[in-house]
């Protein structure tokens, strides 16, 4: 906001000039007069306290728009409890379940198909509400752990191979009930490849 001088007998004065949303008017705030220190403290005291204020209704803004998840409280958390720079192996879920909240920056997964392929130790062969509810438990971890702001990309077939069911459109679904915002979503397609291309 800009300063505003005043001439009166005794030289000028200085005034921060600060819009009041709620009057819908001006106010004009006395800093003293024009060439003091003290003036000058005090308008570069209200300037960063006005700018902060900018900043903050700015990031409430950018919060909505992007639907990262601010209503959650600050994480404290144990880093020395994270693996960093590891590959681990194991049930997803429970391995989820280890992970602090709030601690992952980007997630990518493309999760069974359910095409009765043979896993180690994972059933491929579910009905689809069982298949759905399975992941459903992945979801809500992997929105446990992800940071405000952060990313979960979801790799999945648009179809079911055999019963054509709308995998993508239900997987989508399930993801956002349990809080994610659908941000985009890229097409895949892979016609043009060549039948041994990884």
């Given at each position: 906001?800009?300063?505003?001088?005043?001439?009166?007998?005794?030289?000028?004065?200085?005034?921060?000039?600060?819009?009041?949303?709620?009057?819908?008017?001006?106010?004009?705030?006395?800093?003293?007069?024009?060439?003091?220190?003290?003036?000058?403290?005090?308008?570069?005291?209200?300037?960063?306290?006005?700018?902060?204020?900018?900043?903050?209704?700015?990031?409430?803004?950018?919060?909505?728009?992007?639907?990262?998840?601010?209503?959650?409280?600050?994480?404290?958390?144990?880093?020395?409890?994270?693996?960093?720079?590891?590959?681990?192996?194991?049930?997803?879920?429970?391995?989820?379940?280890?992970?602090?909240?709030?601690?992952?920056?980007?997630?990518?997964?493309?999760?069974?198909?359910?095409?009765?392929?043979?896993?180690?130790?994972?059933?491929?062969?579910?009905?689809?509400?069982?298949?759905?509810?399975?992941?459903?438990?992945?979801?809500?971890?992997?929105?446990?752990?992800?940071?405000?702001?952060?990313r979960f990309a979801l790799?999945?077939?648009?179809?079911?191979?055999?019963?054509?069911?709308?995998?993508?459109?239900?997987?989508?679904?399930?993801?956002?009930?349990?809080?994610?915002?659908?941000?985009?979503?890229?097409?895949?397609?892979?016609?043009?490849?060549?039948?041994?291309?990884?």
């Open positions: 906001m800009p300063t505003v001088t005043r001439k009166v007998k005794g030289g000028e004065y200085l005034y921060f000039r600060e819009w009041d949303s709620e009057a819908e008017k001006y106010n004009d705030v006395y800093l003293g007069k024009k060439g003091t220190p003290e003036a000058e403290e005090k308008r570069r005291e209200i300037e960063r306290e006005s700018i902060t204020k900018q900043i903050k209704t700015l990031r409430t803004k950018l919060t909505k728009l992007n639907g990262f998840h601010s209503s959650r409280p600050p994480a404290k958390i144990d880093y020395s409890k994270v693996p960093v720079d590891q590959v681990i192996t194991g049930d997803a879920l429970e391995v989820l379940k280890q992970i602090p909240d709030n601690t992952i920056h980007m997630e990518i997964t493309s999760p069974p198909y359910n095409l009765g392929l043979p896993y180690d130790v994972y059933v491929d062969d579910q009905d689809y509400s069982s298949y759905r509810d399975s992941l459903k438990k992945i979801w809500r971890e992997a929105f446990r752990i992800l940071v405000d702001g952060g790799n999945i077939a648009p179809t079911g191979i055999s019963d054509f069911k709308e995998v993508h459109h239900d997987l989508v679904a399930d993801v956002k009930s349990v809080g994610f915002v659908l941000r985009t979503e890229i097409l895949w397609y892979k016609q043009n490849m060549g039948r041994h291309t990884a």
